[in-house]
């Protein structure tokens, strides 16, 4: 196949899949709760997509280098080295979520490890620009910023007696 040709069928793709993650994250609605319900907090559905479309072009790349029947030391161990950086990503997006329960959480780790955690355990949450903290008696948690249901979480940590501070911004305030 000509170069030419891989070049725009490469940015073809890349055109349909930028435009299928625009939509993607158009329709990742989240539902509106009340704080007394039981929720999990998680990723936006948009990095499952992402992760989708990483492990698509990875899979494009082993059937071109099958298919031109020229696979190298080199193009095995970069392959490699894309998969093994896009799987904690992908764990990420399925696996991490925290589970938000009327006397405690369940933070479920990026591997499947539970730690069930009590509310009367969080010493408290620092809220800054890019991420937030959560102390606890025995391991300080780092959270992203832009997880779902974040606000909902942070008020029932409020509701339960959690310490917060904020430092996300202007107005934002204790």
């Known amino acids: 196949m000509p170069t030419l040709v891989k070049i725009l069928l490469c940015a073809l793709l890349a055109a349909a899949s930028a435009g299928f993650v625009m939509e993607v994250r158009r329709a990742d ?84 490890a539970k730690r069930q955690i009590y509310y009367t355990d969080i010493k408290k949450a620092v809220v800054t620009k890019n991420a937030f903290f959560m102390q606890t ?10 997880i779902v249901y974040r606000e909902y979480f942070l008020k029932r940590l409020h509701l339960n007696g959690v310490e917060i501070d904020r430092f996300d911004g202007p107005g934002k305030g204790k």
Request: charged share 15%; aromatic share 14%; with cysteine.
């Open 29 to 112: 609605r989240v539902r509106i709760i009340s704080i007394e319900d039981d929720f999990a907090v998680r990723y936006p559905r948009v990095f499952l997509w992402l992760c989708i479309l990483f492990f698509m072009f990875v899979c494009v790349l082993i059937l071109d280098l099958v298919i031109r029947q020229s696979i190298t030391t080199f193009s095995i161990t970069l392959i490699c080295i894309l998969a093994a950086a896009g799987i904690p990503f992908l764990l990420h997006a399925v696996v991490w979520k925290i589970k938000v329960l009327p006397d405690y959480i369940i933070y479920v780790s990026a591997l499947g």
């Open 137 to 146: 008696t025995l391991k300080l948690y780092r959270l992203p910023r832009n």
